[in-house]
């Protein structure tokens, strides 16, 4: 579980709702069934009428990596790309094709297998660039159900602000009408600002992160396989490759090689330590 989104809403909607307590209101007072339909109905209407429907139905799939997401260990992957890469320098590239069942990651599968399969290495660049664009695209329209329902909910909730005042306007003579009229009025304005900038807008900057980050984990399988094809040094492989890990992880990884060295040399490493 992503406890930076589980934890956003929660501290986002529970301090809403703690200061609407604190000035002296309930949670009853925005509890309206009425402006919730205006609202979450003519959002997913006017999305449904931008976009195709499987676009709409897919955007609901992705929005559970918000919440439910499993992080790729991109050391890990740099280090299983370069075990490839030795055993290619070692028994030919052709000896990988017993590793592919072991292989999780569909892409890099798929990668290694035309690579193994004797495609050369800018066919093989050139077809999975292709692959990767198209699926980005997707992912874009996916995200852009986001962008849009952001962009709508609040003009939806304005409104069924001015359908609550239309009932104020008809029922002028009942107090009771009135009122419900302006509680629809406000609460639709505040459902759709809310469901805005709380949810959709949010999500959508999520998606496109969470995409960045698998774009970039494909980009490091594909420049990992190229090496591979190209005879690439492991080592010179291994350096280029952690280029795609963060500042953060260039540190530990540092800090993990000084150890290893100082166990090793032990007497280099008291050297190196002395003033």
């Not at 591979?228 to 090689?257: C, D, F, V």
């Amino acid at each position: 579980m992503d406890r930076s989104s589980s934890f956003g809403i929660l501290i986002a909607v529970g301090g809403i709702l703690a200061g609407l307590i604190i000035d002296g209101g309930n949670v009853g007072q925005i509890l309206q069934p009425t402006a919730a339909l205006i609202v979450f109905g003519g959002t997913l209407g006017a999305i449904m009428l931008q976009f195709p429907l499987e676009v709409v139905l897919g955007s609901f799939k992705e929005a559970k990596k918000i919440f439910f997401y499993k992080e790729n260990d991109t050391q890990a992957l740099i280090d299983q790309i370069v075990g490839f890469a030795q055993k290619a320098r070692k028994e030919g590239i052709v000896a990988l094709d017993k590793d592919l069942d072991s292989i999780q990651d569909p892409f890099l599968k798929k990668t290694l297998m035309l690579a193994v399969d004797g495609t050369q290495a800018n066919e093989l660049q050139q077809n999975l660039e292709v692959e990767m664009g198209n699926q980005t695209e997707q992912a874009q329209h996916v995200i852009a159900v986001f962008d849009s329902a952001g962009g709508f909910a609040p003009t939806i909730g304005i409104i069924g602000a001015i359908l609550g005042l239309i009932q104020v306007m008809q029922h002028l003579s009942n107090i009771n009408e009135v009122g419900r009229g302006i509680a629809v009025a406000f609460v639709a304005t505040i459902y759709g600002v809310a469901l805005a900038n709380l949810c959709l807008l949010p999500m959508a900057g999520k998606l496109r992160l969470r995409r960045r980050q698998e774009d970039l984990h494909r980009e490091l399988m594909l420049e990992g396989v190229i090496g591979i094809l190209e005879g690439m040094n492991p080592r010179m492989l291994q350096s280029k490759l952690s280029g795609y890990l963060g500042e953060a992880a260039h540190a530990k990884a540092g800090k993990t090689a000084a150890a290893e060295a100082a166990k090793g040399r032990p007497e280099a490493a008291r050297a190196e330590a002395r003033p």
